[in-house]
């Protein structure tokens, strides 16, 4: 990937449980956001949060900005089976609006 | 609410055949961008529009061009189409004033073989 990496690669675990990804970067940033994407399908947007905002809450979605570490981490609180799907950070900054994407976290939720 | 528009959703071309994918923004955003995904790869930015003029340009070969019309609908024509190709291409928009979110459209899944 052209701009970190995601931590966990793949991720399962029981319907029910919480489920935190990581995503690192390396260039300084105006926002981070997070998508979804079920199995070859479009991106959905989950969150954005904005280069001097440390976290952010959306229903059972949880972000962390630590800029310092040029780190962020996402949690889904209360998974279930409908989360099954891949997770990307996306980083969009230095002038530039296009998004810098992670390797993404593939995320299994096992009933 | 309106999303993102694209067309057509899957595409089957030859080696050597052009190919033209199209992106219907939602209403009032006047910035696009192009995004190729390759199999199990994360979304690579190709090209990007603001107001029918490119704005910034990404890792896009250059058998492809792209353009933004006046109704900020966007046109990505590639040509001389190779096997690797083949992968998701996704459109987004925004505002670019007050920018936020980039909204993605569904996605056209190109198939070269």
């Known amino acids: 990937s052209q701009q970190g990496e995601e931590d966990p690669q793949a991720l399962s675990i029981q319907e029910g449980e919480n489920a935190t990804m990581n995503c690192s970067y390396k260039?300084?940033?105006?926002?981070l956001q997070w998508y979804r994407q079920n199995s070859g399908r479009g991106l959905v947007h989950l969150i954005l949060?904005?280069?001097?905002?440390r976290e952010k809450h959306s229903g059972r979605l949880r972000v962390t900005l630590d800029t310092s570490k040029k780190s962020s981490s996402l949690l889904i609180t209360a998974s279930r089976a409908a989360d099954t799907a891949s997770y990307f950070c996306?980083?969009?900054?230095?002038?530039?609006?296009?998004?810098?994407f992670g390797q993404g976290t593939r995320l299994t939720i096992n009933p | 609410a309106a999303g993102v528009i694209q067309s057509p959703r899957h595409l089957i071309k030859e080696k050597r055949e052009t190919a033209t994918l199209k992106c219907y923004p939602i209403?009032?955003?006047?910035?696009v961008y192009w995004y190729q995904q390759g199999p199990g790869q994360d979304p690579q930015f190709l090209i990007s529009?603001?107001?029918?003029?490119?704005?910034d340009k990404g890792s896009i070969p250059d058998r492809f061009s792209a353009q933004q019309f006046s109704d900020y609908h966007s046109e990505l024509n590639m040509s001389s189409l190779e096997l690797g190709d083949s992968a998701l291409y996704f459109c987004?928009?925004?505002?670019?004033?007050?920018?936020?979110?980039?909204?993605f459209g569904p996605g056209t899944r190109l198939t070269v073989l």
């Open positions: 260039t300084s940033i105006n926002n």
């Open positions: 529009f603001y107001e029918k003029m490119q704005s």
């Open positions: 949060i904005r280069s001097n905002e």
């Open positions: 987004a928009s925004t505002r670019f004033v007050g920018y936020n979110e980039q909204f």
């Open positions: 996306a980083t969009d900054g230095q002038g530039a609006q296009k998004l810098v």
């Open positions: 209403p009032r955003h006047d910035t």
